[in-house]
């Protein structure tokens, strides 16, 4: 039987050298840094971990230095997906050679249609078919609902997905689809507390690299029946989320990890970094929104 994730998963950054390399020590004290903070499981070389940004020996690497870090104490789930099916399968192959929970990966970027999805899907679980397979599926254009239909009679091992959209709804539907062991995984922060009450057992998410103690609050307020404070705990989450966005999310987040102490570089090329002139009010804005008291539960 699959076994069922739950909870609080933040979509692991990727610490970087100045040249744009994997910083490895970096990655190995956020790694630590979080799951001391009690996170349910790491979700690696996502796209706030900037996954297709790195080369496949980068992926690799990355991989192993989260499985080492980790040392079993929570589930990893490695993204693999990348433009060339046949990268993402050896991605696959060798994540689930050194003991990940799951792969998962994103939509093909250049397919023209379902059947190409379908086919690019199953190539890659299929190259690993003794580990659990998550479409990361974003909202919108794409009919995830006909698509997990499809996949769910394609592929023995697809065990649930990452859905990263606002539709309530489409996501409940996902969920409803399931078996014992399924899990749907919501992709948005903001989402969070709605997420769980239509049926989502766990959340990951960019900000959770920031104060993931927020979104196990929000999900134990809801659990203990206790609706009001979870909306109050999801209301302070997105005050610092939209911080982070004013000042543009990637660059925001490497700088609100250096207001914790912990200096991961600067996101890598296209991403853009928050410029200097602007670090100051960017602090002083997180400030106003209680960051430090937020990320410190």
Same mark, same amino acid.
């Given at each position: 039987? !699959? ?35 009690? !996170?349910?499981?790491? /979700?690696?070389?996502? %796209?706030? *971990? ?11 690497? !990355? ?20 433009? @060339? ?7 696959? &192959?060798?994540?689930?050679? =050194? ?21 690019? /899907? ?8 003794? =580990? ?13 609902? %006909? ?13 649930? @997905? ?22 749907? +995984?919501?992709?948005?922060? &903001?989402?969070?507390? #709605?997420?769980?009450? +239509? ?5 990951? *998410? ?15 307020? /809801? ?6 404070? @979870?909306?109050?705990?999801? !209301?302070?989450?997105?005050? =610092? ?12 987040? #490497? ?20 410029? &200097?002139?602007?670090?100051?009010? +960017? ?15």
């Amino acid at each position: 039987m !699959v076994q069922r994730f739950h909870g609080s998963w933040p979509a692991l950054l990727t610490p970087s050298m100045a040249d744009g390399g994997v910083d490895t020590r970096m990655l190995r004290a956020l790694t630590s840094y979080l799951v001391g903070k009690g !996170v349910d499981g790491l /979700y690696v070389c996502g %796209s706030t *971990g900037e996954g297709v940004f790195l080369s496949v020996p980068e992926r690799r690497r !990355v991989v192993e230095v989260v499985v080492e870090e980790v040392a079993g104490r929570v589930p990893i789930i490695a993204h693999v997906g990348a433009v @060339a099916t046949r990268d993402a399968v050896a991605l696959a &192959q060798h994540a689930a050679a =050194v003991g990940v929970q799951g792969v998962a990966s994103i939509l093909p970027p250049f397919g023209r249609g379902l059947d190409e999805t379908h086919t690019h /899907y199953e190539t890659i679980a299929r190259a690993v078919p003794d =580990v659990p397979f998550y479409p990361y599926l974003f909202g919108g254009e794409t009919d995830a609902l %006909s698509l997990m239909r499809e996949l769910l009679s394609r592929i023995p091992n697809v065990a649930g @997905a990452k859905y990263t959209g606002p539709d309530m709804y489409e996501l409940e539907a996902i969920v409803d689809l399931g078996y014992e062991g399924w899990t749907i +995984f919501s992709g948005m922060d &903001q989402q969070c507390l #709605f997420a769980a009450m +239509f049926g989502s057992p766990a959340c990951i *998410g960019s900000t959770l690299n920031l104060m993931p103690g927020v979104y196990r609050a929000i999900r134990a307020s /809801y659990e203990e029946g206790n609706l009001l404070a @979870a909306r109050d705990w999801q !209301v302070r989450a997105n005050r =610092v989320t939209r911080v982070l966005q004013a000042f543009g999310i990637f660059g925001a987040l #490497f700088e609100a990890l250096r207001i914790l102490g912990l200096d991961c570089g600067e996101p890598r090329l296209p991403r853009a970094a928050i410029p &200097q002139e602007r670090r100051a009010d +960017f602090r002083a804005a997180m400030a106003q929104v209680g960051f430090t008291e937020l990320a410190a539960m």
